[in-house]
């Protein structure tokens, strides 16, 4: 696949095989995105787990400390007193049936849903469309809850979750191109923290296989898995 005159001198910049340390990462991936607009970054973590297994999935939410830089809209399933506490606490859509009746019929300008529990029976006819989508609500992750107000907060500040795929790789945006490359490093330091949280007591061998940030038209660099204490300072 041929490559832009911008992205080839972009990528000239990282040298490819070289395993950089966390801070010289993030000031490296925000110097090679190049293209017209902010850019997100993402990091993307290989881990040693068998996904086949079910005592090696790894997902769950985190609130990056210095957010995402995107503006999350937030769907809520409520009523009554909890449909106003969403409300209060910034949901952009609150509904019960109307907005299943809404969803049913191709309405999806959201990015994340919440349901109190009591309102799932209605949101379950909507697993095959929410589904695949990845904005079912879901008690793992905390999005059925009656504590609507702080997860729509968290949600709104920068709440993002993770999911290892079928290969063992989480990708999760930490941030923009207009962040500052300490607020990159923040994130990704709150991020490997949680994931390493998380480990599958069952995973063999090593954990961290590989790790990569990149932006959006921009090139991979690799970051130095070992390092696994970062200093901000």
Sequence with gaps: MAHTKRYNEAKAKVEHEKLYAPA?????????ARANFDETIEAHFRLGIDTRQADQQVRGSISLPHG????????????????REAEAAGADVVGSDDLVT????????????????????????LGKLLGPRNLMPNPKLGTVTTDVARIVGELKSGRVEYRADRYGICHVPIGKKSFEASALLGNYSALLDELMRVKPASAKGKYLKSIALASTM??????????TRISED
């Design 24 to 32: 010289e990462a993030c000031e490296l991936v925000k110097a090679t």
């Design 68 to 83: 995402t830089g995107k503006t999350v809209r937030v769907a809520v399933f409520a009523e009554g007193d909890l449909a």
């Design 102 to 125: 809404k969803i049913s019929g191709g309405w999806f300008d959201f990015d994340a849903a919440v349901a109190t529990p009591d309102m799932m029976g209605k949101v379950g006819r």
């Design 218 to 227: 921009g090139p991979g660099v690799k970051v130095d898995p070992s390092i």
